[in-house]
Structures are given as structure tokens and as C-alpha cells.
């Protein structure tokens, strides 16, 4: 009984260092493994400049194999801290880590994947967890709402653009012609949107009078057009704001959930005591 007991704290205590970011082992670990991220970027970075790595291979690839381990560590101890394995392996963040510790093994067998270690930037998104931002996580919860209330208004604004771009791309063609680079209709609808977008590449413009006034409307027309949907959205994103909790990184052992509201004791998801009491 008290191995078994033994046991549930050592595992319960390696939970809260790895999983969690409101303590402060949780904190320390979480710092080093984003530090050694991104240490490995910068050396992935570094190995793609012929005369650095020409000059310091041995030393990166040793370096990279280092972190690689570690990483490798990190990752089995992820599945032995929770009760339900499958819940981190083919959760988001697990997915992640197992693409970014890959690439180095995949590398010794298969010449030429060494460049994919660079997917370990993805890993750089747990900087909100560091950093204690969890009010962030809520509030892109809210934005991601927000964009699922305004996909029905945002789909109608930008078939209204596509219609606008192809009535005047039509016009363009029409009085600009082949001689001005006009020579087709798509392209002069290609150029519409460039202009309307306000990128403007350059490669065509028009020449005559009456194409640059039509011109200079369609690029005034182009702030209004990036002005809109930024409203509907910003409406919609007030509209989810309204009512917010106060989140944490407390993290459920058993179910992988996380996002829990301060002072909660038990998983919102599956019931689990959070405190392991």
C-alpha cells in the first residue's frame, strides 16, 4: 500500500513539473526545454550556412544529438506522467513533439530530412505557458468564436470583393487592352485584386488616362475593403469578451484537459481531482 502510494506521488509530482507552468518547477523545466528549442533552431540555421557548418559540423551535429535526447526523454516522461497515454500522443501538443524529435533519428536513416528539425519551432507556442499568459489562451478562444460568428458575413464580403474584381478587371481589359500588359482577362482581374489588396506588385499598370483614374478608385476602395472585415470580426470579438473566467495551466493527469478556471478542484472534462487528493 505504500509503494502504491509512493508510486501516485512520485507520479503525481512529475505531472505538475512537466505539465504545469504555475509552479515554479514547472516554471524552471519549462524555461530550459524552450531555451534548448531554441537553441536547436539556431543551430538548424546555422548547419544551412555552407562556410559555418563547412567550418563547426562535428560540433553541431553533437549539440543536436544532445538536444535530440533530451527531447526524447521529455516525450516518454509526457506518456508515463498521465494516466491515459493516448490523450497526449495524439493531442496537438503531442503531435508536435513527436515531429520534432523525429527528425534527427529520420536523418541517420534517410539522407537529406536533417532540415526538418526546424519543425521544432512549432514547440515555441508553450511560451504562453511560460510566460503564465493564460489569459491569452482564453482570449484566442474568444477569437477563434468570433471567427466562427463572422465566417457566414466575412463569406459574403469576400464574394462581394470577387465580384467587384472581376467587373473591373473586365473594365481594365477593355480600355487598357493587350498593349498594357491587359492581353487577357484573368490577368487583368489578377491585377485587380493585386491593386485592391494594396500590394501592388508592379509588373502591370495602366496607361492611359481613364485606366489610372479607374486605377487610383480601385486603390482607394482597397482600405475600405481591408477595413471591414476587421470590424465584423472586432464586433464579434467584443461580443465573446463580455464574459470571461480567469484561466490557469492547471492540468488534468487523467484526461489531458487543461485551461482550468482558478480555484477549480476537479477537471471540467472528466471529473478528476486536480490536486490529487
Same mark, same amino acid.
Given at each position: 500500500m505504500n509503494r502504491k502510494t509512493s508510486h501516485r506521488n512520485w507520479k503525481n509530482k512529475l505531472h505538475e513539473i512537466i505539465?504545469?507552468?504555475?509552479?515554479?518547477?514547472?516554471?524552471?523545466f519549462d524555461v530550459i526545454i524552450l531555451i534548448m528549442i531554441l537553441a536547436s533552431i539556431i543551430l538548424v540555421m546555422l548547419e544551412s550556412v555552407s562556410f559555418i557548418n563547412d567550418k563547426y559540423a562535428s560540433l553541431f551535429n553533437i549539440l543536436e544529438w544532445i538536444i535530440t535526447i533530451v527531447f526524447t526523454i521529455e516525450y516518454f516522461l509526457r506518456i508515463i506522467a498521465i494516466n491515459k497515454p493516448r490523450k497526449y500522443i495524439f493531442s496537438f501538443f503531442g503531435i508536435i513533439d513527436l515531429l520534432s524529435t523525429i527528425p534527427k533519428y529520420l536523418s541517420v536513416l534517410f539522407v537529406g530530412t536533417h532540415a526538418l528539425v526546424a519543425l521544432r519551432a512549432l514547440r515555441l507556442l508553450r511560451v504562453f505557458r511560460i510566460l503564465k499568459?493564460?489569459?491569452?489562451?482564453? @482570449?484566442?478562444?474568444?477569437?477563434?468564436?468570433?471567427?466562427?460568428?463572422?465566417?457566414?458575413?466575412?463569406?459574403?464580403?469576400?464574394?462581394?470583393?470577387?465580384?467587384?474584381?472581376?467587373?473591373?478587371?473586365?473594365?481594365?481589359?477593355?480600355?487598357?487592352?493587350?498593349e498594357h500588359g491587359f492581353n487577357s482577362i484573368p490577368k487583368s482581374v489578377y491585377w485587380c485584386i493585386v491593386t485592391l489588396t494594396t500590394v501592388g506588385y508592379g509588373d502591370i499598370s495602366p496607361?492611359?488616362?481613364?485606366?489610372?483614374?479607374?486605377?487610383?478608385?480601385?486603390?482607394?476602395?482597397?482600405?475600405?475593403?481591408?477595413?471591414?472585415?476587421?470590424?465584423?470580426?472586432?464586433?464579434?470579438?467584443?461580443?465573446?469578451?463580455? @464574459?470571461?473566467?480567469?484561466?490557469?495551466?492547471q492540468h488534468c493527469s487523467n484526461c489531458n484537459t487543461d485551461n482550468h478556471v482558478d480555484g477549480a478542484k476537479f477537471c471540467f472534462r472528466c471529473g478528476e481531482d486536480l490536486h490529487n487528493e
Open positions: 505539465y504545469e507552468a504555475d509552479t515554479p518547477a514547472g516554471k524552471s499568459l493564460a489569459r491569452f489562451i482564453g @482570449e484566442s478562444n474568444n477569437l477563434v468564436k468570433a471567427l466562427k460568428a463572422s465566417r457566414v458575413k466575412i463569406s459574403v464580403f469576400l464574394l462581394a470583393v470577387i465580384i467587384v474584381s472581376i467587373v473591373l478587371g473586365t473594365v481594365m481589359y477593355l480600355i487598357e487592352g493587350s496607361e492611359t488616362p481613364l485606366g489610372q483614374f479607374i486605377a487610383s478608385i480601385i486603390m482607394v476602395l482597397g482600405y475600405g475593403i481591408i477595413a471591414v472585415p476587421t470590424g465584423i470580426v472586432s464586433a464579434e470579438f467584443a461580443q465573446q469578451s463580455k @464574459e470571461k473566467l480567469p484561466l490557469n495551466t
